[in-house]
Nanobody
């Protein structure tokens, strides 16, 4: 089991940028997939992006493609989510998560695949 701690959320204006960080502690295996999800009030948790720890292979949701970028720093055990051109519909609690046994190495978009979760960080975008 690994521990995940998010930071970097805040309140911004439409068009602004934020960078979220997820500090990872514990045993990280090359097979690990690290993901970002978000959940707005009254809505289901939504996949945002994921990255394979070993190779840096990424997957991103269509809703944020071209605006959000996921990356990782293996030396710092940190995963980042760079968010640009933020819109009010991006308002949500953002969660970092880990899939420690991905099926055939697939970067899943399903929250049920991810076994470890951080507590989340709030992002609020006002118009």
């Amino acid at each position: 089991q690994i521990q995940l701690v998010e930071s970097g959320g805040g309140s911004v204006q439409t068009g602004d940028s934020l960078r979220l960080s997820c500090r990872v502690s514990g045993w990280i295996y090359t097979r690990h997939i690290l993901g970002w999800f978000r959940q707005a009030p009254g809505k289901e948790r939504e996949f945002v992006s994921a990255i394979k720890w070993s190779t840096g292979t990424t997957r991103v949701a269509d809703s944020v493609r071209g605006r959000f970028t996921i990356s990782r720093d293996n030396a710092e055990n940190t995963v980042y989510l760079q968010m640009t051109n933020l819109q009010p519909e991006d308002t949500a609690v953002y969660y970092c998560s880990a899939d420690d046994n991905p099926a055939r190495g697939v970067l899943s978009t399903s929250a049920s695949r991810y076994t470890d979760w951080g507590r989340g960080t709030q992002v609020t975008v006002s118009s």
